[in-house]
């Protein structure tokens, strides 16, 4: 009965898909004054610049520009601002021949494809899941409200799952260089790669941080060898300048512990100190869920990627920056904490089906965070992750060491 449930839902998220797709005239889709792709259009806009001869990387990060890149497909009200790092901006070069209204088809069917791949390969990172578990989780993850707000806002969440799928897949595995490595394509999205880097630190896999920080790496020389290292100085000014100060414009999406404790006194002179206050105190729980994590051995330790998850989404809640739609990166938590829901093996199995219900549900709660002033999402995510840090079982004590 629940898996006819769930095979319906996931019925009903391919039938929202193809509105998204198909719906409206173009370049609109099914929402009026909404071009289609919704967010899409932001990172088109960095890649139309990137094309056209008449302008090219040294006007990529210039505001006017992005503005106009943006109106001259859509008449938007209020533009995206230019955010990223150029490699985002790049990839979506590569779509700018293809039109504006098939570049956007193209990318909201990729990313929940890639996003079902992403999950395919986090649950492989349990092998204590049967067969009929593993489906399940697969059903449940094509369900995920996170999913939903991804292919609804048009954002690139199934890439950053995707990357972190077959990162997780190879550390365990024993490859843990080339995990790394994978794991550092995701410097792409900060927002993102900054809790990973932290939490590859705090566990001590040395060899996958190096990894991570080879990948960034060759990320960044890539992309200046194709464009030029005048626009990663670019973007390094405009973080500088206080770029990343115009992505808190929606408080009530984001999770994180800056926006749950500043988000309501944000018209105060509290407010700012608060949102530094919260990264400092996802520090501080990091740091306790790693201790609790104990050393990791992905190899002989089945239970290995499940802690793993578990400082890792301690370290998303520590980001500065995270929006609903980011969120999917508390995948293997998320799986995790459900095995052990079904084993039975916790002490408080109520409160942590509760907080895990909650959880995955607080991408779709802003409406009420909006009206109440208050990131319930980040609430939620904070709950669960506290439960599942307590509930984790210990490590084995085998002859491994963890990667030096």
């Known amino acids: 009965m629940i898996r006819t449930v769930l095979v319906i839902a996931v019925a009903a998220h391919v039938v929202l898909l193809a509105v998204m797709m198909w719906g409206g005239t173009d370049p609109y889709g099914p929402r009026a004054k909404v071009a289609r792709g919704a967010d899409f259009l932001h990172c088109w806009a960095g890649g139309a610049i990137l094309a056209d001869p008449d302008q090219g990387p040294e006007q990529l990060y210039d505001p006017g520009a992005f503005r106009r890149a943006q109106r001259e497909q859509v008449r938007i009200r209020r533009p995206y601002p230019v955010a990223y790092p150029p490699p985002l901006y790049q990839g979506c070069a590569a779509l700018v021949p293809l039109g504006y209204s098939h570049a956007a088809r193209l990318w909201s069917a990729a990313m929940p494809a890639m996003w079902g791949l992403g ?11 049967g067969v009929r578990a593993r489906t399940t989780a697969l059903l449940i993850g094509l369900i995920s409200p996170t999913l939903f707000m991804n292919t ?3 954002q690139a969440a199934g890439l950053w799952l995707l990357l972190l799928g077959a990162g997780l897949m190879l550390w365990k595995r024993g490859r843990p260089i080339l995990a790394g490595v994978v794991l550092g394509l995701i410097c792409a999205k900060p927002g993102v790669a900054a809790p990973l880097a932290l939490a590859l630190a705090v566990t001590r896999q040395g060899r996958t941080f190096g ?19 005048g626009i990663w100085f670019d973007w390094v000014e405009l ?4 770029g990343l100060s115009k992505m808190m414009v929606v408080p009530h999406r984001h999770h994180t512990l800056a926006a749950l404790l500043s988000y ?11 949102k530094q206050l919260g990264p400092w105190l996802g520090l501080g729980l990091v740091i306790w869920t790693a201790r609790r994590a104990g050393r990791l051995d992905p190899v002989g330790d089945d239970d290995a990627t499940l802690r793993f998850g578990a400082v890792l989404s301690m370290a998303l809640l520590a980001s500065p920056h995270l929006v609903g739609y980011d969120t999917g990166a508390h995948a293997p938590a998320f ?9 039975g093996a916790v002490r408080r199995p109520r409160w942590g089906l509760a907080v895990l ?5 607080g991408p779709v ?6 009206e109440l002033k208050f990131s319930f999402g980040a609430l939620f995510l904070l709950l669960w992750a506290a439960w599942l840090t307590t509930e984790m079982p210990q490590p084995l004590h085998c002859a491994a060491e963890t990667d030096p």
């Not at 990948?215 to 290292?229: K, R």
């Not at 799986?335 to 084993?343: I, K, N, P, Q």
């Open 152 to 154: 609804a806002t048009g």
């Open 335 to 343: 799986l995790g904490a459900a095995l052990l829901l079904h084993r």
């Open 119 to 129: 999950l395919v390969l986090i649950i492989a990172c349990f092998p204590a899941l």
């Open 239 to 242: 973080i500088r300048d206080g």
């Open 264 to 274: 309501p006194v944000r018209d105060t002179e509290l407010g700012p100190w608060l």
């Open 357 to 361: 219900v909650l959880a995955f549900f």
């Open 211 to 229: 990894g991570f920080v080879a990948g960034g790496a060759l990320l960044v020389a890539a992309s200046a060898a194709l464009d030029g290292t």
């Open 365 to 370: 709660m802003f409406p009420l965070g909006w």
